[in-house]
């Protein structure tokens, strides 16, 4: 889960510097911007989660 | 590659870049007694020492390798195109400060200023490392940090770097700005401080088995609040001197600079005093203090382009956010930061960097862009995604790099002490002496048995 969520994160990067080379001044390249934010928040609270998983394991 | 200008520099504005950043260091004093002060008695002298030690190896680090990634605006860098359009990657400088004349030019303030500041984001993550991150570990975490995370990343701010030249390449307002550091400093060094805190784990203690926090209260208020003090004129300094050789801003703007950072940090301590005063029945001295460091963190990306008002909502902001975030890393998320450094410096370092998006009014063409930007001459239109995708990039690249170099130091040298050492204290453990060696201040209240 934490490999996910880190890859998840990239991903998210990885979207957002395509929306910025790909798409010219339009609202698209915003709404992907965004987009590629959202993938990145997923990322986030997937590694959160895998974090407070491990620790539930220790315990 | 259109070659990116430096500001040009007046004597008067190098002496008073000078003066700044000889201020600098007293913002990493700061961070360290409120470090030392929010952990425990038993690893109080193990917190300084080590402080020291990582600010004496982040300066090292960076004469020898990190400025050479880092460069500045003119200077020698990678670039390879992308659509047609050149995207500087990393600087292209000699090892240890080669090709460089410290005359005073802009390039060598920035080198004298890089030196100093990256000491301030190595001692960012020892917070959240606080009384369990070995010194040997904390020193080869910081060589990695000074070395290669923040250099690469602040050339891409400061260096004339691709997220710099969003607006000239993309038309996004006058690419991703950040004057003083929220970015290249607060979350670079809060990011780092989160990674130290899941590869470290949970203090002992620290979690019952159902899971609840036990209060580990820090162990001196005055230091913490002392520290708050120096840090306040530490950042004096550093948002003064990166606006001045990052932003462009005349020496005159110092003042309103100056106003700006004070204003952001004594909002963000007042709404932090007055959220736990209505949430707890009085204010609380360590949560006050974060707010104040949350809202000097806040104020480094915009202190230059904002007016005072939207530095006091920036503040507020930031101050308000700084309780609850220490909340729910520690109850929600089971993150242990006794410093409160992820939620201090990398929410209010990510808060700031989007203020400025919102709040920023340009007064013209920044040194680092090489365009009018889009609306033209001070126009900002799309400045706000331009710091979007900066945001994006330090969730998206600096926390992934950070997490995996330093889980990979941990897989070589591990980064956790013993438990023996939790149990003594790093003072005795690490040192053979501990901090208050007259006084008994500590007990196994929070030890399991």
């Known amino acids: 889960m934490r490999l996910i969520g880190f890859l998840l994160l990239v991903a998210g990067w990885i979207l957002v510097l395509a929306a910025v080379v790909l798409l010219g001044a339009s609202p698209a390249r915003a709404a992907f911007v965004l987009a590629g934010i959202g993938v990145e928040a997923l990322g986030l609270a997937l590694v959160f989660r895998s974090h407070l998983v491990l620790r539930g394991s220790r315990d | 590659m259109t070659p990116l200008a430096p500001p040009a ?31 425990r008695s038993r690893s109080a002298a193990h917190a300084m020492l080590a402080a020291l030690c990582l600010m004496a190896l982040a300066a090292v ?48 303030l920035a080198a004298c200023f890089g030196m100093l500041s990256v000491g301030l984001a190595a001692l960012i993550p020892l917070g959240a490392g606080a009384d369990r991150w070995r010194l040997g570990a904390a020193c080869a975490s910081t060589a990695l940090l000074a070395g290669w995370t923040y250099p ?14 969003l607006g000239a390449n993309y038309g996004l307002g006058h690419g991703f700005v950040d004057a003083g550091g929220s970015s290249s400093i607060q979350a670079v060094g809060g990011l780092t401080a989160l990674a130290i805190a899941w590869i470290l784990g949970a203090r002992r203690g620290k979690y019952g088995p159902d899971g609840a926090p036990a209060a580990i209260p820090g162990h001196n208020a005055v230091l913490i609040l002392f520290g708050c003090l120096l840090a306040w004129v530490g950042w004096l300094g ?29 909002a963000a301590a007042l709404a932090a ?47 308000a956010a700084v309780p609850f975030a220490v909340e729910a890393f520690e ?26 998006g919102l709040f920023a009014r340009f007064p013209g063409r920044l040194p680092n862009v090489v365009a009018e930007p889009s609306g033209g001459p001070g126009g ?25 170099l330093n889980w990979l130091l941990n897989r070589i040298y591990p980064q956790r002490v013993a438990v023996d050492g939790e149990r003594e204290g790093m003072d005795l453990y690490e040192l053979g002496a501990g901090a208050y060696p007259e006084f008994a201040t500590h007990t196994d209240e929070f030890m399991p048995r």
């Not at chain 2, 880092?70 to 400088?93: D, F, M, N």
């Not at chain 2, 550093?238 to 600079?257: D, K, Q």
């Not at chain 2, 005063?277 to 809202?295: E, I, M, Q």
């Not at chain 2, 995604?385 to 945001?391: E, M, Y």
Request: proline fraction near 4%; glycine fraction near 14%.
């Open chain 2, 380 to 404: 900002d239109s799309g400045q706000w995604l331009a710091q979007l995708v900066g945001v994006a990039t330090l969730l998206g690249f600096v926390l992934p790099l950070t997490y995996a």
């Open chain 2, 331 to 356: 109850f929600w998320l089971a993150v242990d930061d006794p410093g409160g450094a992820v939620s201090v410096h990398a929410v209010g370092g990510l808060w700031g960097v989007l203020a400025l």
């Open chain 2, 152 to 165: 690469l990343f602040a050339h891409w701010v400061w260096g004339g770097g691709w997220l710099a030249q």
């Open chain 2, 238 to 266: 550093l948002n003064s001197a990166g606006a001045i050789l990052f932003a462009g801003a005349e020496s005159g703007r110092a003042v309103s600079i100056a106003v700006n950072t004070t204003l952001s940090a004594a």
């Open chain 2, 61 to 108: 680090v960076y004469c020898v390798c990190g400025f050479a990634w880092q460069g500045y605006l003119g200077r020698p860098a990678h670039v390879i195109l992308v659509g047609g359009k050149a995207w500087s990657w990393t600087a292209a400088e000699p090892l240890f400060l080669r090709r460089l004349d410290l005359d005073g030019s802009p390039a060598s």
């Open chain 2, 9 to 39: 520099l007046s004597e008067a504005g190098s002496v008073l870049c000078i003066v700044c950043i000889l201020l600098v260091p007293l913002a990493g004093a700061g961070i360290s007694l409120i470090n030392t002060g929010l952990g």
């Open chain 2, 273 to 319: 005093a007055v959220i736990t005063r209505v949430r707890f029945g009085k204010p609380d001295a360590s949560l006050t203090a974060n707010g104040w460091v949350g809202g000097l963190a806040a104020s480094s990306a915009a202190c230059a382009f904002v007016a005072p008002a939207a530095a006091l909502m920036i503040g507020i902001v930031a101050g």
